[in-house]
């Protein structure tokens, strides 16, 4: 069993603390590792400059194209699903739910509401339960002799 007072850092995990200004035999002394001159080797001359500067240049940033536009973050990104595509996936007076669609592999998964769109054509009489519809798909399995059944998610 490991006891308390016998736990140790791993070997190479520690480490001296760097001495520089100290002689010219201690390997860091004469520029104290900041080279020679410059703004760099300063007092305080790092700290000064914030992240992103380039010495003067035009920085990267400034340098690409802005992003124009608007994101909207309330916007709900749909599982879209085509007419056409419950037409050839299931059988004539069949109920289609959500759980239907994933087992038929026509939706990936159930991360995103589903809308069905009227892309296509419907000659099977189908119930179809779903988030969203178009007019034209609503239209298109009514005419088939089917049902659209929105659900609020």
Do not use: C, W
């Not at 056409?84 to 994933?102: H, N, W, Y």
């Amino acid at each position: 069993m490991v006891k308390q007072h016998e736990i140790k850092s791993p070997v190479g995990a520690r480490h001296r603390r760097k001495r520089v200004g100290r002689g010219i035999g201690s390997g860091h002394g004469v520029y104290s590792t900041k080279g020679v001159k410059g703004q760099k080797a300063r007092t305080g001359g790092k700290s000064e400059m914030r992240p992103g500067f380039e010495g003067g240049q035009l920085p990267l940033i400034k340098r690409m194209p802005t992003k124009r536009g608007f994101h909207n973050p309330h916007r709900v990104e749909y599982a879209e699903v085509n007419v056409s595509k419950l037409e050839t996936a299931f059988a004539g007076g069949a109920e289609i739910t959500p759980d239907a669609l994933v087992k038929a592999r026509v939706v990936r998964d159930l991360k995103k509401p589903i809308k069905v769109l009227g892309e296509g054509d419907l000659t099977k009489a189908l119930t179809v339960t779903a988030n969203k519809f178009t007019a034209s798909a609503r239209q298109k399995i009514e005419a088939a002799g089917g049902k659209a059944v929105e659900v609020v998610s």
